[in-house]
């Protein structure tokens, strides 16, 4: 169509016809089915696992079977828990055993070296002393005969469990995936230019001890210059390179030509930030050895992490064969790479780094990252620029009226995110304040009617109102539905300037949503598509395509890594909230450029409220029995129970407190569902409210954890002792010795109890803690007292002796009160008959972790 603008300039521009409201459904399943075919297909997909039979045929290539047997003899030995005869005597033989028969079948070329290391030490973790004392470490070092150099590879997977899990998957397979990499090594003939070193640490789940004590003491520890560190947070699926680093990025580029590559800087960068309730290895080796490495875990199917249902027919061959594949490659390169050489050399930059599908890893320096995101603003906000002159040219309209109407689209994309994104937030508050939170736990679909409609219906509503009410606007409607994807990226980049100004690296997720847009506009610049609507369109869904693919593979990924994690998170925050912040980040990133191609449907606003009638739909279903989070075996609900005894004495030694109870710790935010359960046996008190006048509580609180969730967990009074399958804690007082010309008196005491106890330390008064024969950290830097000691103990069972220095001008006062908390936490239990109703009574969707305990305190 041709006419005269008022600027008597001859126009010409296509003036679109809106296409019949029936093809919307065929738009929208078109995208469904990208997900459903490509994306579910890919993320799931693990590579043939190879049996014995093919041996013969790949005889340099990892045996998924010969590793899942060896998971299996391992499984069989049951809980390994520190301090237990299953992980203190019989793994240690077991793996002894299992690096006997490698060293059979090495060839010539070779030599291993065994080592079973007894260790003791301490170090703080988080907000306390993790002290340790006789646990074990199975170290192998496999090195070329005649090899004289002093860098190691070292590789690390740890052997012990949870109380009451079997660890197929946390961590006895990457134990078996250790065992068979070692295997397949040394039946070649090399090469091997630097040592490998397989530490099978046997206290990881204490937590992180024997890895402290292997990097601070070991012999060959200082000569540990690389790092492959093997863990679970689920059972199975691929496995996650999750933190690289710290620098050292010459270790991605061997990562990057590994079979099967899994990687995001994302998954780095939220760990590191505590988004994720976990903890490796990792971190000790690189805090107390400074040895830069890569974190590789398993993610899939944390709903059995931690549990009994962690079984090694969980955990599938191709899972293995994966697993297995990547590690061998990563073992022979970077223990064959010139990098290790001299590492110090290659320390320096952080990397950016993505996979798409598994098919390939793309990853790149903090440096380059900044340079690559600045270009790709900078083109995309000038070729911006050069759509509204086009427009303001074939419009006759000229600059001012068009930069007007971009900042009105501008205007009304942002309320449509904002408003998009405050209803998603507004129902995750609303499903919590309901008493309705997790709902998507086990029926993960749901979160797309909660959390991702909302955000699609505000997206398409606001703009299709607007444009409504503009129809008559001499603007054409292709133009003003593209002054909406030309707000969308702005938004985009000015976030990707914001993210990449402050050095987050996951700005790069920003920063492809902006160049695929961009390239699609360039397109139509270069075809002069732009004047065509349709074709515009047509340029659009197809330069759409991949981010669509790998925004959404990468969004599921993260689901299904958090949503069992929220399972086992702790109660204090809303897990709705984080479930809808993903959805608005993702929702941002890949509807905003096709949520306007709606525009160009008749029955626009009709189409779109279509997305608020699922939101409804999905709330309503939400709150019926498909919503219910938990599953027998599959999905559970996760208590631990303290069945304890605990007795506070007064300074003349009397007792103020001497009763027995249940500790109830509930790990998800559905703290109620047990409240039926818990009248049959007593009254529940919050453990925050009864604790003001005591340290930490006065309760057996078995970690820092336990300790930061009293909030929400529950101590119920009962008149049932429990049965303490062993001897009670004795804190002996061997002396009181008054230093001479100072107010400072050292208390010389004598500690024997269970393999697993704490130690809570307060002062009294005046008094003060100057010295003591822990870990000095907290003295040293003046943390406020009371102190938390936690302490266990593996194959050496020697009572602990400490002394403890008090500065106090009153010598005939109390000075000091000392709580003993002891846990037989893998003991054989015979529960008395009311406590054992209790523990039936949860309904078969909940997994009952619960020990025997005691609380003892004294003022000295």
């Known amino acids: 169509m041709r006419f005269k603008s008022k600027y008597h300039v001859d126009v010409d521009f296509e003036v679109p016809k809106k296409l019949k409201w029936y093809f919307a459904p065929i738009f929208s399943a078109f995208w469904v089915i990208l997900y459903l075919a490509v994306v579910l297909t890919q993320v799931g997909r693990l590579p043939t696992p190879l049996t014995r039979q093919d041996e013969a045929k790949y005889p340099d290539s990892y045996i998924a079977e010969r590793a899942e047997q060896i998971l299996v003899n391992l499984g069989r030995l049951g809980p390994k828990v520190v301090g237990s005869e299953a992980n203190e005597i019989k793994a240690v033989e077991f793996l002894v055993n299992e690096l006997n028969k490698v060293k059979e079948q090495m060839s010539d070329f070779f030599e291993l070296e065994i080592d079973v290391q007894v260790v003791s030490g301490a170090y703080i973790h988080w907000t306390m002393v993790n002290m340790y004392q006789g646990v074990q470490n199975v170290v192998a070092k496999l090195s070329a005969k005649n090899n004289a150099t002093e860098n190691y590879l070292l590789i690390n997977a740890h ?21 068979e990499v070692l295997r397949v090594i040394v039946k070649s003939n090399g090469p091997l230019e630097h040592p490998i070193v ?27 210059k690389a790092l492959i560190n093997l863990d679970a947070a689920g059972s199975g699926g691929r496995d996650l390179l ?24 994302v ?27 890569l974190d590789i875990a398993y993610t899939y ?33 970077i223990a064959n790479a010139p990098e290790m050489e001299n590492p110090s050399e290659s320390q320096t930059g952080h990397v950016v780094f993505y996979d798409f599908l598994g098919w390939f890893i793309i990853y790149y320096s903090l440096s380059t990252s900044i340079i690559i995101n600045s270009v790709v603003c900078v083109v995309a906000f000038c070729a911006i620029g050069v759509s509204l002159f086009f427009m303001s040219a074939r419009s006759g309209l000229g600059w001012l009226p068009v930069l007007r109407r971009y900042a009105l689209a501008f205007a009304v994309q942002v309320l449509s995110l904002s408003l998009g994104a405050a209803i998603s937030l507004t129902i995750a508050v609303f499903m919590d304040g309901v008493g309705r939170s997790m709902t998507w736990y086990t029926q993960t679909w749901l979160i797309c009617g909660l959390y991702f409609c909302p955000l699609f219906f505000c997206m398409g509503i606001f703009p299709a109102l607007f444009l409504e009410r503009t129809k008559k606007d001499p603007l054409s409607l292709g133009f003003r539905i593209q002054l909406f994807m030309h707000s969308h990226c702005l938004i985009l980049i000015l976030i990707t300037i914001a993210l990449t100004a402050f050095n987050v690296r996951s700005a790069f997720m920003c920063m492809l949503a902006v160049f695929f847009d961009i390239a699609a506009l360039i397109i139509n610049l270069i075809t002069k598509w732009h004047r065509k609507a349709y074709w515009f369109a047509f340029a659009v869904i197809i330069c759409q395509i991949l981010p669509f693919i790998y925004y959404t593979s990468t969004a599921h990924e993260i689901y299904f890594t958090l949503i069992p994690m929220t399972g086992r998170s702790g109660s204090s925050t809303n897990p709705d909230l984080l479930i809808a912040v993903i959805a608005i980040f993702f929702a941002y990133l890949f509807a905003g450029f096709i949520m306007p191609l709606y525009m160009y449907f008749r029955k626009t606003q009709t189409i779109i409220l279509c997305f608020l009638g699922l939101t409804i739909v999905f709330l309503i279903l939400a709150v019926t029995p498909a919503g219910f989070p938990y599953a027998p075996k599959v999905a559970a609900q996760r208590f631990s129970l303290l069945h304890a005894k605990r007795i506070l004495h007064n ?26 359960n818990i009248k049959n046996i007593g009254v529940k008190y919050k453990v925050s409210d009864i604790c003001s006048d005591e340290i930490f509580c006065g309760m057996p609180v078995f970690n820092h954890r336990w300790n930061n969730a009293k909030e929400y967990s529950y101590w119920i009074p009962i008149d049932e002792e429990p049965n303490i399958p062993g001897d009670d804690p004795v804190l002996a007082l061997n002396s009181k010795i008054d230093v001479e010309a100072s107010n400072i008196r050292r208390y010389n005491f004598t500690l024997t109890g269970p393999d697993h106890m704490t130690l809570f330390i307060g002062t009294k008064s005046s008094a003060k803690i100057v010295n003591w024969s822990f870990n000095d950290t907290m003295l040293r830097e003046n943390w406020e007292p009371p102190y938390f000691i936690y302490y266990s103990y593996g194959k050496d069972s020697s009572p602990l002796d400490f002394f403890i220095d008090v500065e106090s001008p009153a010598a005939d006062t109390s000075n000091i009160e000392i709580g003993i908390g002891g846990h037989w936490i893998h003991q054989s239990m015979t529960r008395p008959d009311e406590y054992e109703k209790f523990v039936q009574s949860f309904p078969n969707y909940a997994f009952v972790a619960d020990w025997a305990s005691s609380y003892e305190s004294w003022l000295f």
């Open 159 to 179: 052997f012990d469990s949870v109380p009451g899990s079997p660890g197929a998957g946390d961590d006895g397979s990457m134990v078996s995936t250790m065992l």
């Open 198 to 224: 397989f530490l099978f640490n046997g206290a990881e789940e204490n937590p992180l001890q024997a890895s402290h004590g292997f990097i601070t003491q070991h012999k060959w520890a200082k000569n540990c």
């Open 242 to 265: 999750f933190q690289s680093g710290p620098g050292n990025p010459w270790l991605m580029n061997y990562y990057r030509r590994v079979p099967h590559p899994f990687a995001i800087t």
């Open 267 to 293: 998954a780095e960068e939220l760990f590191q930030n505590d988004f994720i309730p976990s903890d490796t290895d990792f971190r000790i080796f690189r805090d107390y050895g400074g040895v830069p490495g």
């Open 301 to 333: 199917n944390g709903y059995v992490y931690h549990t009994q249902f962690d079984r090694f027919n969980v955990l599938t061959k191709g899972s293995l064969q994966n697993t297995g594949d990547n590690v061998l490659h990563l073992a022979r390169s």
């Open 651 to 676: 300074a003349d030694g009397s007792a103020r407190v001497n009763e027995s109870g249940v500790y109830i710790y509930p790990q998800d935010r559905r703290v109620h569902t047990a409240d039926d």
